[in-house]
């Protein structure tokens, strides 16, 4: 397997060769970051005999974004990038390959139902991490692929509380708890003093939300696992989701969830390790992927092993040189804030 410095040694090698005159690198727009994923991307595919999408967002770097930026996380407007991936896909197996901190419930429900009226069996590749939201997606899939270091997370909904010191994300579940706990505190006046500060903070509808957002993630990977990985089993697929959506269980929403753990519950789980050629193409496409947002400005990327790309970048002061990422989608969008 080629390793993180062993690809960082042949990406200084393509740029170099990009540098300098008569190097033998065609003109056809491609940067030398480009040109390293996609040799992967497409070694991977001719390794499977299978169409691959990767979906990553740059939120290991620690890169900067606006407040409240769905760049780095699942956002509705992805569709648009799993729409340019898939447009010159003909076959109908995907692997698709995620790594994102989590987002958007809904969003993630919207993409999935997109991938599925293109493809008709899809497997979930999860190099590093796939989390709160993309594990709503890996559980939507027909297997997942993941290695011992590994891991998705609960699903637990997460809300955004503002408070007098700023605004503050809590587990849902933590909220109801909290609210459950002020009433019956409350029942006694002389609490009543230091209860109220907090209780000022929760929103009216806010503990409603928590509970209807709480059955809404549990009743999706239920739904999707139903239909997919535990086809007709509904009692199955509502003990998993539950076990995926239990706050007090995982007491983090970061609490990482192992290979093991997911094959406790008796999901369709292909270990990595099992095949050495598929695990070393794998890897070498997650690093040739971190070595883009490292070098570039890109800060999300969507794209398939033929090449065809979505990417989105950040416009931020370098401080040296920066080589940004050329998509194949026409223009690179730029994020916008949502005003949450």
């Known amino acids: ?57 740059s939120w290991m770097e620690n ?10 996380t699942v956002a509705l407007r992805d569709i648009h990038g799993f729409m340019e991936a898939a447009s010159n896909i003909e076959v109908r197996e995907l692997d698709l390959i995620i790594t994102s901190p989590g987002g958007d419930a809904d969003a993630a429900e919207a993409i999935m139902g997109y991938l599925r009226s293109r493809f008709d069996h899809i497997r979930a590749v999860v190099p590093v991490a796939a989390m709160s939201a993309a594990t709503m997606m890996a559980l939507s899939c027909d297997e997942i692929l993941m290695g011992t270091h590994s891991q998705l997370g609960p699903i637990d909904p997460q809300f955004t509380v503002t408070a007098p010191e700023g605004q503050r994300s809590s587990p849902a579940q933590a909220i109801i708890d909290q609210f459950e706990l002020a009433k019956a505190e409350c029942q006694d ?30 009743q999706f990977v239920t739904d999707q696992l139903t239909a997919h990985m535990l086809s007709g089993d509904d009692d199955a697929a509502a003990r998993v989701a539950e076990w995926f959506a239990d706050f007090p269980r995982f007491k983090s929403h970061g609490r990482p969830v192992r290979i093991d753990d997911v094959e406790s519950q008796n999901l369709r789980v292909i270990r990595l390790e099992d095949d050495d050629k598929l695990q070393d193409l794998v890897l070498s496409v997650h690093h040739a992927t971190r070595l883009t947002f490292g070098r570039t400005a890109a800060t999300k990327l969507i794209e398939n092993h033929r090449g065809r790309a979505f990417i989105e970048s950040m416009h931020v002061q370098p401080t040296g ?13 730029q994020p916008q804030s949502n005003g949450s």
Not at 63 to 72: D, I, M, R, Y
């Open 321 to 333: 040189p920066i080589e940004i990422a050329i998509p194949t989608a026409p223009g690179i969008p």
């Open 189 to 218: 006046p002389a609490n009543l003093g230091a209860w109220l500060p907090i209780l000022r903070t929760l929103a009216p509808g806010l503990v409603a939300q928590c509970t209807h957002a709480i059955e809404r993630a549990k």
């Open 1 to 57: 397997m080629p390793t993180w410095g062993e690809l960082l040694r042949e990406l200084n090698d393509l740029e170099q060769k990009a540098a300098s005159p008569g190097g033998g690198q065609p003109n056809d727009g491609q940067s030398p970051c480009d040109r390293l994923r996609r040799k992967y991307l497409k070694l991977l595919s001719e390794h499977t005999k299978r169409a691959t999408i990767c979906y990553s967002t």
């Open 63 to 72: 890169k900067p974004v606006p407040n409240g930026s769905e760049t780095l």
